[in-house]
């Protein structure tokens, strides 16, 4: 690597955004989040402190996520994020316009993909390469992903789950599903507000599927205290939740999962259809970390799933590793604008 290149891998995601550089890892782990003030129309913080914002702001200042399921919905609000996360990347060197690779869902437009690229040349990167989440989470899962073999990928995040069937360093047979994490706190929170008549926000649903939450039934049953606001009084008041009850609310949710994983398997060439049966399905992404998952999707396809080591990290270190050997995955992935 010359003085003059940096080199930055982001995985912009629907919930988190990773950012790696080669030689030093994942630098920054943040969410996806922007606050900005009415008024002005001036963005006031990025990342963790907007995080903090959501669901506590007075009315002229709005938290929101710039990327709707996976895809940027926010042009302005994107480019802010990523030129904030690049500066802070760079710290010091940032004079110098470095590569940036972000990863986008397997099932994104030209269109969209122009958007990001578009984003991040605004935002300050010299040149912007675009990877679809799969590779990149296979290359990160360290799954050798040139070789004539099939591997499935299943990479849950916060607004997609993207399952894609990988060889020969490319995609074979792929989909993308707008239902991931994002959606299970929806679940959750519609459940609470049906048998509690307990009104809870994002952020304590979010607790509740990390604290209690499965994919299957538990005989041992984990039990969490939520609060939140009663839907008749008005009066904030807690309840005692248990897992069975929360793999009852996400139920649907997670048919729909399975749903898109059992979709690839039907449309995948036979030959490759056994290679998956010998691998194993490999999940990452930070929603595929709900306890019991691998288990469900073994139970309802057949196939063993297993969980990739760091799920979370798998797309940001892929970015890292293709960035760090741009020449061997040029050719199989990258697609300049």
């Given at each position: ?24 890892g994942i630098v920054l782990n943040e969410p996806s ?12 913080a990025v990342g963790l402190e907007a995080k903090e ?196 609310a996400i139920g649907k949710e997670l048919r729909e ?81």
């Amino acid at each position: 690597m010359s003085f003059f290149t940096r080199k930055i891998g982001i995985d912009l995601g629907t919930a988190n955004t990773l950012v790696f550089v080669p030689g030093r890892g994942i630098v920054l782990n943040e969410p996806s989040v922007v606050a900005v003030s009415e008024s002005e129309n001036k963005i006031l913080a990025v990342g963790l402190e907007a995080k903090e914002m959501i669901g506590k702001t007075p009315d002229n200042i709005i938290a929101y996520r710039p990327m709707k399921d996976g895809v940027i919905a926010d042009y302005r609000v994107t480019e802010a994020m990523l030129r904030y996360y690049i500066s802070k990347a760079l710290g010091k060197w940032n004079f110098i316009r470095p590569e940036v690779m972000i990863s986008v869902p397997a099932g994104v437009t030209s269109t969209e993909r122009r958007a990001v690229i578009e984003a991040a040349v605004k935002a300050g990167a010299k040149n912007a390469f675009v990877v679809k989440e799969p590779i990149l989470a296979a290359i990160g899962a360290g799954i050798s992903i040139q070789e004539p073999l099939g591997h499935m990928i299943v990479d849950v995040g916060g607004g997609t789950t993207d399952v894609a069937v990988i060889s020969l360093g490319g995609i074979v047979a792929s989909t993308s599903v707008k239902c991931a994490g994002n959606r299970i706190d929806a679940g959750i929170i519609d459940y609470m507000k049906k048998h509690y008549n307990l009104m809870v926000g994002d952020k304590t649903a979010e607790d509740i599927k990390i604290g209690v939450g499965s994919a299957i039934p538990m005989d041992e049953e984990l039990i969490m205290s939520v609060k939140g606001r009663d839907c008749l009084s008005g009066l904030p008041r807690s309840v005692e939740v248990k897992t069975n009850e929360i793999v009852r609310a996400i139920g649907k949710e997670l048919r729909e999962m399975i749903q898109a994983i059992k979709d690839v398997l039907q449309e995948t060439p036979p030959e490759l259809a056994s290679d998956i049966i010998d691998q194993g399905i490999t999940m990452t992404g930070g929603s595929s970390q709900l306890r019991n998952l691998p288990e469900l999707v073994f139970r309802r396809t057949g196939v063993k799933a297993k969980l990739a080591e760091n799920a979370l990290f798998c797309v940001a270190m892929g970015t890292g590793i293709a960035l760090e050997h741009l020449e061997t995955y040029k050719k199989t992935v990258i697609s300049k604008r």
